[in-house]
Each structure stands twice: as C-alpha cells, then as structure tokens.
C-alpha cells in the first residue's frame, strides 16, 4: 500500500466571488456601442427576457423589441395550452404558497396546441417585432416546422442541460446540426457551461448559446440534483471555446449568460466573463408590463415527478424602460441596466461589448452580513 | 536560529463546497442502472437507511427491503433493551427538550438481551425481507454468533471511527480478520475517513465500508472534539483506497457515504465524489413510517459521559416511498431521492455509478445566506 | 478541439479578509511619529476627512485643521450651489427614507456658483486652517483659477475611477500635467487602484493620490457596475507604483486609502498594506461636530440617471477629539483613532508610517457571525 | 514602468477554519497521558484558567490546583487593589450594560498594594495549592520579589504582545534574561504570536510560553488595532520554535495556547496544531466557583484610554468539577473537557500530547449559518 495523490478539485466562481477593476484608460459612457448579433439580426442592447412565462408574453415581446432587445416566448407554456392565458396567469399569482407547486404540475399538464404556437407568433410579427420563441429537444422536430410557418425570427432549443450528444431509448435524439440545416432562421441553444460540450454544440452550426446550469448559489437544481456550475467560470469557458471556436472556423456564435443576475453590476460581470449578452427572468418580472402580475417561475417548476425551484413573488418594480434606461431614484441596481452597462464599460476604457470581455475580473467574495455594515460601506468618490 | 517551513494543511471538502458539472453527452435517466452490491447481495437502490433508534425499526427494515434498499436494524438500541421498544421510543419523542439528554442516557443503559436481539432479526427474515444488523466493535464477539444464528444477511459493526489496529488495555481489541472468516455473512465496518484506515480495513475481509467522521460543518463530533473530516474529501480518500485495492486484490469492497447529507443533491455529490452508496439518517427519518415519531438522535447522544449531539426535531414530510420515488410536490430535494439521483446521472452521461463516480466536481461553495437571495436565484431553463 | 487553459482570475483582499500580525521588537506607543506630507505641507496625523457634504463644511474644516489633520471641502455640493447650506442640510436630515434619494437629486441639479466657491476657501483661511477642496475632473478646468484665487492649499480632482487618460467625445479631457504646471499649489488626485494607473497619474506631478473603487465588500458601486477593488489589494498595489515611482524619480507621492474603514483597525491595516494615510467618510459623520445630523451620503448617490448609494444613518458617537484623541468609554475602534494608530505601531515595532507599510499581514478572514461568538472570543491579555 | 510583482500574503488559521482528522490507528481514551510541565513542576491536566478578575481568585486557584491544573491569579486586578474585592467583584456584576466600561476604567485606576499581592499568594499557599501569578512586564520589577518573597511557584508575566526586545523612552525595557536569571521559580511568557519572537524568548531561559494575540476572527484587539493572529497558525509557528529550540538547546519550553477557544474541540485542535497546554477565560468563567457571577472581562478591558472588549455574560453552566471531568447531559462540548481531550487523543491514536502534536490537522472551515443546519448534520456513527 502505497501513499496516494489526492484526487483535485477545480474552483468555480459566480458573480458574487468576483468584481471588476477599473482600466488604466477610461471612456465617457456615450461612447459606448452595446450591440449584439444572431446570425445576421443585430439588437441595439444586449439583453434578453427570459422564456419564462411570468416574463414574456407577446405584448412584452413587442415592447422589449421596440426597446432594442430580444424578449424570447416559452411555447411549451400557458399560451400554448390556453386559449385565454391572462386567465390562468391571474390564477398562479393568486394562488396561496402551499398550493402552487400541485396547482402548477397541473396547469402545465394540458396539452400544446399547435395552432395557438402559430397564433402567439403571428401577434408578435404583426406589430412588426423580432419574433423568438423556446422550446425543448422533445418537441422540436414537431414545432419547428409550425414556427418556421408562422414566420419566428430566431428558434431558441433550450432545456436544463443540453449537449450535442444526448442518448435516449424512447426517442431519437434531435442532431443539432440537421435541425441547424433544415430551418432557414437563426437557432439559439442552451443551457450548457463547459467548454468542450459548448464547442460541439457550435460546430452543428447554431447562432447562439445560452450558458447557465444551476447557477445560483442555492439554485433548487444545485440542491436537488447535485448539478450546477457558478455562471462567472461557465461564461468564461463557454467564451473559451467561442474564441477558439471562430479562430478555426471564423463563424462567431453569440454566448449568452443565462440565468443568476440580480443586480446590473452582475451583467457587467458576466460580459467581462466573455458573454455576448445575458438573458434576465427576475429582473424582467419586475416591469409592472411583464405578464407575472409580480411573480415568475422557472420552466423546471412543474416537473410532475422532481419539480425544481417555486413560485417567486418579485413584486414590480417600474416600468420596463425604467429597468432598461432609468431614470431611476432606486439605488440597488435594479433600474438603468443600459445605463449601468455602459457606466461600466467606461470606467474600464471598453468602447465595445468584445473590448469589455477582456476587463480585469479579481476573485472578490462579497460577503453581505447584514444590512449595517452594508451601509456603512460607501466610499466618498464622486460620480 | 534560522528561518522555518511553515507547516502546511490539507483542504477538505464538504456537500456545500462542491457542484457537480453535467457532462458533455447526456443520458435519459431512465438508462440509468443504480444498482449496489456487498458481497452477493445485490441492491437495486444504492441507499442504506441509518441504524438508529429514530429510523430503522423491524417494520421499517421489512418495507425498506421490499423498495430495493438496506435499512440497518441498530442491536444495541431500545428494541434490544426493552420488551416495548414502542412505549420507550414515544417517551423519547414526548419528552421537552431539556429533559431529553439525560432521559437518553437512562434509557439506554438498561442491559442488552440476547433474545430481543434474535428477535427481531427473526421477525425481518420472516418477512422476506434482507436483514442488516448494526453492533458496535466492543459487543461484536458477543453478539455475532447470536447475529449469524438468528438468520441474519449483513452484519454492520460500527462506531465513530473505527480502525484494523485499536489498542486497549481493557479488552482484547476485536480483529476484523478473525471476524470476516469467522462469520458467513458479509461484514460491513466503519466509520472512517482516511485512505490509509480504509485500505487496512479493506485487507482484513470485509464487503462494504462506511466513510463519515463528524462530516457536517457544525456537527457534534466536530465541536466536542475537534475531529471530523468533511464528507467529499473523505469520501473522495476512501474511494481511492477501495479503487487501488480492487486494482490489487481483484476484490470490490462498496462504500458507503454515511451521514451529512441533507437534501438528494448531497447524495448526487456523493457519489460523484466515489461513494457506491449512500446511508441516510435525517431524511429517512422524516419517513412516516420511521419510529422516531419525527426525531432522531444519534448513537452518542446518550453517551454517559461524554454526549454529543441531541434529539432532533425533523418532521415528518410523507411516506418512504414518496421520499424514495415520489411523485412530489415538494420542491427541496428531500422527496423522489431516486429519481434525482437518476436524472443528476443523466445530466452527468452516466449510466451507472460507477461512471457516475467519474464525474467532474468542482469546488464551487454555496454560502446560504437569505431566503430571498435563494429564491431570487432561479434560473430560466427548463426541466 | 483541444482542451483549453482556464482564464486564471487573481485574489483581492479587504480588511475583513487580513489582519496584522505583531512584529519581533515592540515599541512604546508614545515613541510613534505619524506625521504625513502632500508636497511641502506636513500634517501631525495621517487622517483625511472625506470630501462628502454630511461629513466637511467650513466649520468642520477649520476644527480639523487644529488637530493636525485634513479635511477635505466638496465644492460642488451644497456649500458652493447654495446660500445657506445649512437649511438644506437640515432637510436631508429631516426627508423619510424613501424620499430621501429624488431629495438628493434635486437639491444637486441646483447650479454651481463660483462666489460661493470662493466665500468657502476665504472662511477657511480666515481662521488659519490648511484648506483643501474637492473638484470633479469636469469641473476642474473652469473652478481651479477660482480655487487659487481663493487661497487653498491643496487641490483635490477626485471621480469614482480616475487615469491619466480619459477618452471623451464630448469635451477635452483634463490632462493632468498641464493642471500640476498650472495650479502653484499641491494636487491629490483620485480615485484609482491599480498599480499602472497609480503609475501614470504621479508621472503627472500629482503630490497624492486617492485610492479605493467600490472598496467595500457590498457597497454600491459594486452592486451598479460590478466594478471595485477591495481596498487592501487595491493600497498594496497603489503603494508598490508609489514605491518604484519614487526609486525612479526621488520624488514621493503619498497614498491615501479612501473609503470602507469601519473601526480603527481597519485604518491600521490601511497602512500596513502600504497607505500613507486615509480618507475617512462615515466615522467622521459620527462625530457631533459634522454638518451631516448624523447621516452622510455619497456623491455618487445623487446622480440623475444611475445612483449609486443612499442616504446613511450613522448616528453621533462623540465629539472630533474624542474620535480622534480619546479618552474613551467605547470599545468598538470608532474612538481615538490616533491612539490606536500609535498602539498597533508599537506592537509592531514601527517608529514611522513608513516603517508600518512594512508590517507582516496575513490573511485571516473575520466572519462575523454572531453577538455571541463576537463577545465569547475575548482573550484573557492584558494592554 | 515595468510590470511588478504583487505582494503576497500567507494565510492564516483559526480553530473554526480546521478540523483533526483520526488516526489509523485508534486507542483506548483511558489510556492517554495528559501532563504538561513548567521546569521540574508537573501537571496532570493540561489546562490553565487565564489570569482574568472574573474566573481566578484565590479559592478558585485552590480548588483547581487540587484538580490537577492551573489557575492563573491576576495581580494587577481586584485583590491588589481592593481589601475587600468580593464586593468590588459584586459590583461589576451588578452594573448595567452601558455604565460597565466606565465603571471598570474606575475601579482598575485604584492603586496596587504590595501587601495584598502578598496576602493572596500566602492563602494559596497555606492550602497546600500549587500559585502561579500574573504581572505586567512595566510592574515585573518592583513586583517579583515580593512574589519570590510570599512564596509563589510560577511567575507569569503577561501583556498583549511581548517580545524579547521592547523599546521605550519612558523606562529601561524589562530584561527577561535578567529576569530568569534573578528568580528561583520557572518563569511564563507572552503573548506572542510568531517563530521569531518566540525563539527569542525561549531563549532568555522562561519556562512557559502564552500564545495569542487577538485570536479570534472578531477580538477586539482586531478590531481596534487591526492586530491579530489566528490561534491555529499562531500555535504551529511557536510550536515549530519551540521544537527548533529543543533541538538547538536540549531544553523544553511548554507552549500554551491563550484564547479563543470556546469548546473542547478547539482544545483538541490547539494541541493538534502543537500546544503543550491550553490557557481559558470564557469556559472557566461559567462554573460556579468562579468570583466573576457569570460574567468575565479582559484586562485590556479597563484600558483608560482605549478599551478593549467589555465585559461579557457567560452565564454559570455548572461546577468546575463537571466542566473538567464531567458527567454531563450538556451536548455542546463545555462540559467534561478532560474527557473530550482523552477521547479526541484516543481518536488519533495518541498516548500522549505529544504525539496528539502530531495530528493529522486539515482545513475545513465551519460556516455556522442557523440552528437548523447545525441541528441536521448529525451523523448515524455510534460513540
């Protein structure tokens, strides 16, 4: 019996483990140029509502793009199931605690109906918005023809985790790259965060990658299954094999951090990360215009067997242009995201989203004790 | 004098410290094999159930059994003690706080009884049911003959660290080697934490081992003596010793994660950390049908002496097969352990747990600070 | 696809995360010299107060300036936009909390005045005091004339991040060593935390520079943008650029930690990590002598578009010259403060500033986690 | 300007930051060997109470000195000062919380009387107890022989941080070579935190050796001078002195860790990390026979012009007998601390302390969030 090596462990950070240092050039904000692409669409900020359905309905998807965003519908949810789904949302937001999870398991057990997929997008191009809609491997091959109909803009494929190589018994696999070829608009996939599966997943020819496993500290996927990567080392790696990714085949697939972000000082984060964009539920669920009434869920939620996460109440806290460009007398991070982004920026001298990828990050945990010393933290610079 | 070598310390490890990351090929959980084995018995859930007084009795062992698992029937508890371990365990559970410790120390320093013991080794086996009985090191020579004539499957000799080599003056230390040949039944040893300890241990015969020395952070062992190592770290030394062994001797000794875990990502972590399987105490005990009436305490709690630890108060959240199989609406990872163990393995791409055991674990701390933070944290994507 | 190198992230340390360790030789408090240099100017002790207008108004100034410190006047707060600042003062004071953040905004939109910059400076000199004010780098080119003209001693040019070179679009960026040429008197300049930023400021001819970016652990800046530095990593770099600048140059630019020193040990281990002195906001709003009524607030807090911070109740502990000199019956570090400068110098052996820049700090986190733990963690050593 | 290199910081260890890992081998607690020596005077247990005013008087040193350990009298405390110190003791007990630091800077500006630190050591000794008393270094000089004179067995000269080299203007600095040289009894010093000190120290010829300097994470002496050693670390540096020391000279000097520790466990772990014995405030202030009424304050407490700490309610958990030897029905490691040493020795599998020295020490950091994660991490292993 000899000694032997101990087995080692890599460390994995998230937003609140790290902090951006300023640069030693610094830049007036107005002078920065947030834009971000899919394929050949370009949006004016890089922020998109997530496809959860507190957060997006078609009139949310309109607004958001008329702001310069990309809001994406979930259609394995209430408007795909319901005729009259401002009903059943109104039902979930009254609904007391205790009886949410059964009462959720059951809604989400109707079934989808096509011809309200169709309906939803066909709102959402009327009013001569970017149209992008969700859905999960399973049911892709069934509805990616009706969306392509409808006239969807960019197809988002998105589950828990999802790899190019996904092994089944009861179904063949959906083959990104056949998908990729067989549908004339963008695909957006996710969730993923290591490089190798993110690198694999770029190869079948999508637009856009969605990064985030289990982010949270205490995300319900992280406590029930074990599962989760922190988004600050996900972003970064999924960024990794971007990099090396459009290196070899000089194609640029757009990562997204997904999933985690609480404050604007963490989208700053996940973009000096080496995010493209970030893809925001709770923040979006608290426009007074998203669908929610002051509540979102996530799409793990319902699960019949292992439901994952609840409902959230958020409250609402402005209007969506409030929480995109201010004003703002709110101080917490929460109001002004555009504002905030491009502040950020120019304190670290990044006229471009791909300038701030190379931002310095330092491992910083912020360790929030208590409201006091909270408070008594602030330091006397001048804006 | 001249300057000096600092002296340098290991990192260790614990469930809160650690993620999994998911794989880059997935699975469909149903392709996953979870099957455990100790010598020829094979089970088809790797979960043991915990052998104390709160958790397992004749009645629980018997359905325990029949759902694939192993509970492990504690021989020096109230039902080896008393005619009407029944009556005893509802004083336990009446009793006020203040008043439990030393009502734990009375009641269990009544004498053991030969004939209780084969007993209820008796009314298991008559069930039909895989039958584990649980002594301590000091009682084995005693007791074992008593165990293996009573019809017994598995002997589990335990105490909070157990090692090949124990000096006493006292008494003739028990020697594992001359246990394993002596008994026709496999002999499951522990606690312990180390490789070194593991390998000896594994030398003299035995089929299964139990790694867990005052694994949680703030544990009794830990504060009362200073000892205790955290559970991924033990689990990950212990996994290595049984790994270089089999590579040795051919032989596979099973190990088991005792103790620590509290939710069933703990016992995803677990296995990816190298466990075979897992014991549970608080969780089983939140089973309908344990006997603790909604308490447990551990075995040293009524340590004459020396206690460590108390009764605890854990509820009782639904019936055992909810808690091994669901269908849930409980949304915190104490329900369908399976079935997350399962999907945690298809996110990793691992069809069974010895690839499970493979997985990539990163250290990736969760500090649990606010409800509000936890609920915020959720994440956009779906199940 | 190759693997790839993970992007390697550098620690940064606060006050929270060190602590000083005693030296070999001790000294008497009484034998410590704490005197500090901006240019030619001499100050008895090493403590700056901090630009915010809860914390510096003229009175204030003139008091400080007798006890052998600075302190630093805002003139683009209240005291140079209003005729009586007082009042205005008052009704910071006097707004609910939820107010209190639009309160602020509208009483800074309120125009500059240069008459009442002037009047300020003339007040301060009036009474004998050292004068040094406060300008955004914005401001700096109309109110510096204004400034000498006035009489002040020293002039500080002091924004969230500041370099050598900001890049506008809008207006001429101020260059520095034009305003080090021009201006007969000393200029600090802040606020910066990098070791190449530092570098380049004081090859303008700055005499001092501020350091601290989003410094504390959750302070609001951070939150916002995502951007800081904690302020122990941020003094150790600063001082290290002040280090090699001077062994290239032979001219010496004092450092001054600004922001997130709660308790005097914080301001001791300011200097251990490298500080010449430090700038302190909220303690010295505690003191009775304060405009701010026991609260004080950021200049970042009454931005238009994006604030960052509030309004912050620190209460009254004592006058100046107890916060400062002692004696004192409190025993949490927010009384004097000079004393316990000279008593952590002479338990590491440090007759000067200098000499306690290079004192041994370990790191050694402080959780703090209780009233209980806090008050049991007494050691029985005598002073 | 190059770039340049950080400065880097070593960390430091605390008794929450570590865990013992057991033996390989393991060993009956009844067989383990405890004594500790000062010169040629032997102790059984190697246990000291602190010389504080709420835990030693002189029947508290009987008593303990009958037990087998050591009680430290504080001769600059209550009984030099006062005829009649029960009613002073009485007092201070009996104070309100904010009228109490006031009250003791009062009580301790009373002046020493040579005949009463006479009369103390004179009972102590006519009960047949061993006497060991406590002095600051500036009153050693004209206290010694009078302690020589009474009949004293140990001199303990104590301070918050002492060296071998204080420098002063004020008085010629106490020569502790001189010192040793001079007294016919053995000698104690401290505190002292690090190798070097330490090493010189043990050379003057003392006998004993107190390690800790702010110890805990949240001492005051931390907070308010920003000075602090966690006491892990700080007991492996002297450790490591004091076995060069040995090596290098052939004498042994016992190494006693002085603080901070608040359970048996942090017991285990100082003598783990190298200490020969342990010296407690807080632990001994809670037994019934101790002058303090439930309450203790550190003598840096009284400081007239920078106090530190304040007195702290303890509360009273039972008779010093039980808190060394038991029996107890208390969980939480006060209680039986004789015991906890033997058990957490026979554990490791160490004779004597020793070898306990050499344990197996790892990093494992306790995060104690709330009651009920502590409560659920209890672990099925018997005792």
Redesign the interface.
């Known amino acids: 019996?000899a000694?032997?090596?101990?087995?080692s462990?890599?460390?994995?950070?998230?937003?609140?483990d790290?902090?951006?240092?300023?640069?030693?050039?610094?830049?007036?904000p107005?002078?920065t140029d947030l834009s971000l692409k899919f394929g050949e669409i370009t949006f004016n900020i890089p922020i998109l509502a997530?496809?959860?359905d507190g957060?997006v309905d078609p009139g949310f998807a309109i607004l958001f793009s008329k702001f310069g965003g990309l809001a994406v519908l979930n259609l394995?949810g209430v408007h795909s199931r319901y005729e009259n789904p401002d009903e059943v949302l109104a039902r979930i937001a009254a609904a007391p605690d205790q009886e949410v999870?059964?009462l959720l398991?059951k809604i989400y057990s109707a079934p989808l109906k096509e011809e309200l997929v169709a309906k939803c997008i066909r709102r959402i191009k009327a009013a001569g918005a970017t149209c992008a809609v969700?859905v999960?491997p399973a049911s892709t091959k069934k509805l990616a023809p009706v969306i392509v109909e409808a006239g969807a803009d960019i197809l988002v494929v998105?589950?828990?985790?999802?790899?190019a190589?996904?092994?089944?018994?009861?179904y063949r696999g959906l083959i990104f790259s056949e998908l990729c070829s067989s549908v004339p608009i963008p695909v957006v996939v996710?969730?993923c965060?290591?490089?190798?599966?993110a690198?694999?997943l770029m190869e079948t020819g999508i637009a856009g990658l969605?990064v985030?496993?289990?982010?949270?500290?205490?995300?319900?996927?992280?406590?029930?299954?074990?599962?989760?990567?922190?988004q600050v080392?996900a972003t970064?790696?999924v960024a990794?094999?971007r990099d090396?990714y459009f290196r070899a085949s000089g194609r640029y697939v757009s990562v997204i951090t997904?999933?985690?972000m609480?404050?604007?000082?963490?989208?700053?984060?996940a973009i000096?990360a080496?995010a493209d964009g970030v893809?925001l539920?709770?923040i979006m669920a608290q426009a007074k215009e998203a669908p929610g009434h002051g509540y979102?869920?996530?799409?793990?939620?319902p699960?019949?067997?292992?439901?994952?996460?609840?409902r959230?109440k958020?409250g609402i806290s402005g209007s969506l242009e409030q929480i995109l460009f201010?004003?703002?007398?709110?101080?917490?991070?929460t109001h002004?995201l555009v504002?905030?982004i491009r502040?950020?920026m120019g304190?670290?001298?990044a006229p471009t989203i791909r300038d701030m990828q190379k931002a310095?990050?330092?491992?910083?945990?912020?360790?929030?004790?208590e409201g006091k010393?909270?408070?008594?933290?602030?330091?006397?610079?001048?804006?």
């Open positions: 019996m000694s032997h090596e101990h087995r462990l890599r460390y994995a950070y998230g937003f609140d790290v902090a951006i240092a300023p640069g030693d050039v610094t830049l007036n107005d002078q997530a496809a959860m957060v394995e999870t059964p398991q969700s999960t998105q589950s828990t985790v999802t790899t190589r996904h092994l089944s018994k009861s996710g969730n965060v290591s490089y190798e599966a690198y694999e969605l985030g496993v289990g982010p949270g500290a205490a995300c319900t996927t992280r406590e029930v299954l074990g599962v989760g990567v922190p080392t970064m790696d990794a094999a090396d997904d999933g985690g609480t404050h604007s000082g963490d989208i700053c984060k000096a080496g893809m539920g709770s979102h869920w996530g799409m793990a939620t699960h019949p067997g292992l439901p994952r996460g609840t959230v958020v201010g004003p703002s007398s709110v101080t917490g991070g002004n504002g905030a502040t950020g304190m670290c001298g310095n990050l330092l491992i910083a945990p912020a360790i929030k004790t010393v909270f408070q008594m933290r602030q330091q006397s610079g001048k804006s």
